[in-house]
Structure formats: C-alpha cells, structure tokens
C-alpha cells in the first residue's frame, strides 16, 4: 500500500492553525485577559486583596459591604508595624534633624507619599468593585484626607524638612510684574504697558 493519500490532520485545541487565526476575531474580553496588568493595576489589584484580607482577619470578620472610614483608618495605622520611614518622636535628640547622625529607638511607619498613594488606588479599586458611588467611598471619606494630612505634617516636622505645596505667587517690582514659582525659583518678567 502507497502511502500518497494524504488525511489531513486536526490541530491540538491549544495550537489553532495559522488559516484559524486568520479567520477568527477576539472579542475584547478576550484580548483583555491576554495583556498582561500595567505595574499600577497589579498594585491596585495586591492592595484591594490586603484590605480584604485584612477585612477578614478583623473579629469578627468584616465583608466589603460592612466595612466604613473608621476600618479604613484602622488599616493605614496596621500597616504602620511594615513602615521603613524613621518617624522620631518630639522627645527623642534627633526630631527635627533630616540626618540624624546616630541611631534612636523611634519607630519606622508607613512613608506619607505611600500611605497617599495606597489611599488613591483603593478608592479606585472600591469603585471598580461595586462599592458605590463616590460619594460613599469610605476612602474618599474626608477623615480619611486629615489622617493624611497629620501623618504628612507630624513626618515633615519630625525629619525637619518641610513639606511646601507648588504654589505661585505674584511679586511686583517697580512697574515690572514678576511671577515666581515657589517650587523651583524660576521667574518669568512680564512688562506693564
């Protein structure tokens, strides 16, 4: 028997044929699940997952509907004992000095910039997660704001270095209207006519 009959084969379901692929379209869903998460949505998705996680270990355990400000709150002071910022307190030799020369027995905490940034991704991720409008996002929730803005002023004053918010003001000098930028110094001259 000769062997010039050829039967076609069937591809493998996981290896499509070049001819398929030609012929099919993905659906967008498809495509979504094939691209891989940018750095920002994979840390969304692991500081959702903590917060749960978190949630749960609370007694009794919490669910995302039971949970407000206050458990929020409770979750940025826990996650303190993980900080890698030296916060001295005001009774330590070293408070206010933004290179302490020697060691203290202060506390590492939670840097204010992450604290920030960990509070922006997990208002994002409750609201992709059903948890409601704006309006009631727990981390939008303005306690939440004054913790920030205490952990960033008490860290500021604890390092001595101030925390400046970019702000421009106007400078006038002898018919000459000068704006300064007080962030990075530069000024721009505009003259009055």
């Not at 920002?40 to 007694?59: A, G, H, P, V």
């Not at 005001?90 to 920030?116: E, H, R, Y």
């Not at 101030?162 to 962030?183: E, S």
Request: proline share 8%; aromatic share 8%; charged share 25%.
């Amino acid at each position: 028997m000769s062997s010039d009959h050829h039967t076609p084969t069937k591809d493998p379901p996981d290896r499509p044929s070049s001819s398929s692929i030609n012929h099919k379209q993905l659906l967008p869903s498809q495509s979504q699940a094939q691209q891989p998460l940018s750095r920002y949505e994979s840390q969304k998705r692991r500081d959702w997952n903590t917060f749960i996680q978190y949630l749960k270990s609370q007694n009794p355990p919490l669910m995302m509907s039971q949970f407000d400000y206050t458990h929020v709150l409770s979750f940025l002071r826990y996650l303190d004992q993980f900080g890698k910022t030296k916060v001295h307190h005001q009774a330590c030799v070293f408070f206010g000095q933004p290179d302490p020369p020697g060691p203290c027995t202060c506390p590492l905490k939670q840097a204010w910039g992450s604290l920030d940034a960990l509070i922006g991704r997990l208002r994002a991720a409750y609201e992709e997660h059903g948890g409601g409008s704006p309006d009631t996002n727990p981390f939008a929730n303005g306690s939440i704001r004054v913790h920030l803005r205490e952990v960033r002023e008490s860290q500021a004053k604890a390092r001595g270095i101030p925390y400046r918010k970019k702000k421009r003001r106007k400078i006038k000098n002898d018919g000459v209207v000068a704006r300064k930028d007080v962030a990075n110094s530069s000024t721009h001259n505009q003259s009055s006519t």
